[in-house]
């Protein structure tokens, strides 16, 4: 399957940091995030952010996955899975997938701002948090992630090749900072979340269109 036309990527959060995205204008890399926290629940797991501050990019020198904000290409991702499980023995976050909210971006629209703030970018084959994949910053190149594995509903099970989980979780990089105002559309899993994300963006420039998007969940 050849890459989208116009990809779509997707970053998640827990609904109460939506403020103080909202708040700051950007999501930050987990990096700075460990120098100046923000308010709000942190839904990742702790020893593998710690594993992406050193996660060296070959496509650009010494810049590491950690010093980048991720995104999948993919709502409804693996990381949501294990999230919406609550049982991960390395995740604090026992919330569940509730309060989770999928923040939309349009790929094109992030790459051509990245180049104008030069701010580098790139995207992984596979899961950036790992120790081992590939990474690119050309979108010619776009046609080397495995589409069908990003848009699978099932990735794991019987019969199912382990390369479509890994697959699945291929991640875009912006360096340090995604700025709040080419967020798009914001998916949620209730109705009640999306009241709560109506309130935290009602005072920002960029409202974006909030969505009850159940099939983004599991």
């Known amino acids: 399957m050849p890459a989208p036309a116009n990809p779509k990527i997707y970053h998640i959060v827990h609904i109460d940091k939506l403020a103080s995205i909202v ?3 950007h999501i930050w890399c987990d990096k700075e995030m460990a120098q100046n926290p923000r308010a709000g629940t942190i839904i990742g797991m702790r020893a593998i952010k710690q594993h992406r501050m050193t996660n060296a990019l070959e496509s650009h020198v010494d810049l ?18 294990l999230i919406s499980r ?10 569940g997938q ?50 069908d594995a990003v ?8 019969g199912i090749s382990g390369t479509v989980k890994e697959s699945k979780q291929a991640e875009f990089l912006v360096e340090r900072s ?13 109705r009640d979340i999306a009241q709560q994300a109506t309130f935290a963006v009602q005072n920002a420039t960029n409202r974006p269109t909030i969505e009850v998007k159940q099939n983004w969940y599991y």
């Open 98 to 147: 509730g309060p989770i909210v999928h923040l939309e971006a349009d790929l094109n629209t992030v790459v051509n701002w990245a180049e104008d703030q030069g701010h580098r970018w790139a995207f992984t084959l596979s899961n950036a948090g790992s120790n081992y994949f590939e990474d690119r910053c050309d979108l010619n190149q776009l046609d080397e992630i495995n589409w």
């Open 86 to 95: 609550q049982n991960h023995p390395q995740m604090t976050y026992t919330g």
């Open 178 to 190: 995604f700025p709040w105002n080419l967020v798009e559309r914001i998916g949620v899993k209730t």
């Open 23 to 25: 708040a700051d204008g």
């Open 64 to 81: 590491t996955v950690g010093q980048c904000v991720p995104f999948y290409f993919c709502p409804r991702s693996v990381m949501l899975y």
């Open 151 to 158: 848009g699978a509903r099932q990735w794991a099970g019987s």
